[in-house]
């Protein structure tokens, strides 16, 4: 069974402490992804990776850096934390053909006090 | 760029009716489209998705959806309801050039009463 785990289901941070959620994909996918949710808007793309130490802006970077030094691993990194970046964070990945499927870790809510 | 838009925010069926949710999408070209669903507290899950050959696709859970080019629209239906699949569903729309080029719709929640 394929799967997609995120280090932590709920988080309390401070406004202006450095943030990291881990996503880990246990199927050898190329792609990772982080998105983040907000009620009305959707899944916006924040980074993603197509290769360990690849990565390429989303539509919504600002704000946010990640860190792929492991195929499996995908990290997304707060560096300085704002209340407005409170929200449903979501990690996917995805083989490298169009044609197959992409898979989503549970999300992490984070709450930035 | 491509868009995509679900015009109902929340629908509420009575479990056994039939359900229809509405995705529109606006592209040039041919778009890959997909239906995902989203349980209380989970990740999203793919429901269908289309790329190219019939217009009508089949998914996991009964539910299908249809491709109509015309009405630049990839609708999904299920024929009678079941009291689990209240959720919130997400439509979104894609090119060739990978996923990362996904766009996905802002979600219809789905409530089913007895």
């Known amino acids: 069974d394929v799967k997609v785990t995120q280090s932590s289901r709920y988080l309390v941070k401070r406004t202006g402490e450095k943030v990291f959620l881990e996503c880990v994909q246990d199927m050898d996918h190329e792609n990772m992804f982080w998105y983040r949710q907000d009620p009305g808007l959707g899944l916006r793309l924040i980074y993603f990776?197509?290769?360990?130490?690849?990565?390429e802006k989303g539509d919504i970077p600002e704000g946010y850096s990640v860190s792929r030094e492991k195929k499996e691993r995908f990290s997304l990194i707060l560096e300085s934390a704002s209340t407005n970046q409170t929200s449903m964070y979501l990690c996917a990945s995805i083989t490298s053909g169009n044609a197959d499927t992409q898979y989503f870790g549970p999300g992490t809510r984070l709450t930035v006090l | 760029a491509q868009s995509v838009t679900q015009p109902d925010i929340h629908i509420t069926v009575s479990e056994g009716a039939s359900l229809e949710l509405r995705c529109n999408y606006s592209?040039?070209?041919?778009?890959?489209l997909f239906w995902y669903v989203q349980s209380p507290g989970q990740g999203l899950q793919l429901l269908l998705k289309y790329f190219s050959g019939d217009t009508l696709v089949q998914g996991i859970k009964g539910f299908e959806a249809e491709f109509k080019r015309s009405q630049s629209s990839f609708n999904l239906r299920k024929p009678s309801v079941h009291w689990s699949d209240a959720a919130e569903y997400f439509c979104?729309?894609?090119?060739?050039?990978?996923?990362?080029?996904?766009?996905f719709g802002t979600g219809t929640k789905l409530q089913v009463i007895p």
């Open positions: 979104a729309v894609g090119r060739s050039g990978g996923y990362q080029k996904v766009t």
């Open positions: 990776s197509y290769d360990v130490k690849m990565k």
């Open positions: 592209y040039g070209a041919t778009p890959y």
